[in-house]
């Protein structure tokens, strides 16, 4: 049985980050920054840091799915975020174990591909594992624009080209989906669609190279709004809006990409 408990639980299945700033070592300090409690499940261990990702472990199938059942079963949860899934094995293994929970806690999924680095984090042969197994099961998926490419086959470079493949993506499963404005020129636009409706979500674009594990702490932090119990659209506008303060109020760390200021918040403002 599972233990009581009064503060909600998100988990999340995702490779280990060794320079802290993206993967579960992200997700975890944005639950606790969001004041959720964290708990998680390694897909893979990787050697990286802000410059470069040098080697990636794959955990094996069985080792992830005791994790999975070993949180669900004593600790529960009322969210689950998915980030670096590196094979289809492991595609098929984690969607396997949450096929029990779909519709019962929010799923977000964060189609991770590729490393700020530019490191491949997902086998070419997955995707179509990721597409048919683990979209249909999601709340809202999280891509970037080059990772709406390829879940969609098409090039974006228009808003009605973003708004097409939103459209995609919902087709493929998923109740929602919130595609990442990034990579475009211009402010920082995410559009939400949930099937029915659009929505747009801009900040303003900072000049900083500190951007590594952006895209996991946002996925995570819709997590945490799901399992406090806001409604998804919701949840995407507080994760939008503690991105952007995480990056607005962050500092150098290493050579390259740097993390993202979890703890803005808790922290000296003279960082």
């Known amino acids: 049985m599972v233990g009581v408990r009064k ?10 980050d060794s320079g802290g700033g993206a993967g579960i070592q992200a997700d975890l300090k944005t639950f606790a920054a969001l004041g959720v409690y964290g708990t998680s499940a390694v897909t893979a261990i990787t050697a990286q840091n802000t410059v470069a990702v ?4 794959e955990v094996p199938t069985d080792v992830i799915a005791a994790q999975i059942k070993a949180v669900i079963t004593d600790i529960g949860v009322d969210a689950v975020k998915t980030g670096m899934l590196s094979s289809s094995a492991i595609i098929e293994c984690v ?17 991770v591909m590729v490393a700020k680095s530019g490191d491949s984090l997902l086998r070419a042969e997955a995707v179509l594992t990721l597409r048919e197994l683990l979209l249909p099961l ?20 228009s808003d009605d080209d973003v708004r097409k493949a939103a459209q995609a993506i919902v087709e493929m499963g998923a109740k929602s989906v919130v595609i990442k404005g990034g990579h475009r020129e211009g402010p920082a636009t995410d559009l939400y669609y949930d099937g029915a409706n659009f929505r747009e979500f801009t900040a303003p674009r900072f000049e900083t190279v500190n951007t590594h594990g952006t ?4 996925a995570s932090a819709v997590a945490a709004g799901l399992a406090k119990g806001l409604e998804t659209e919701d949840a995407v506008g507080k994760a939008k809006e503690f991105v952007t303060e995480a990056i607005r109020n962050s500092f150098p760390i290493g050579q390259g990409h740097g993390p993202l200021n979890h703890f803005y918040e808790f922290w000296a403002r003279d960082l």
């Not at 503060?7 to 280990?16: E, F, Q």
């Not at 040098?54 to 472990?57: K, L, Q």
């Open 138 to 157: 999601a709340t809202v998926v999280t891509p970037n624009i080059p990772e709406a490419e390829t879940l969609t086959g098409m090039t974006i470079v």
């Open 7 to 16: 503060i909600p639980s998100v988990l999340t299945i995702a490779g280990s």
């Open 95 to 111: 969607a396997a174990s949450l096929s029990a929970l779909s519709g019962l806690v929010g799923l977000v999924v964060d189609p």
């Open 215 to 218: 895209g996991c702490t946002f």
């Open 54 to 57: 040098t080697a990636v472990h």
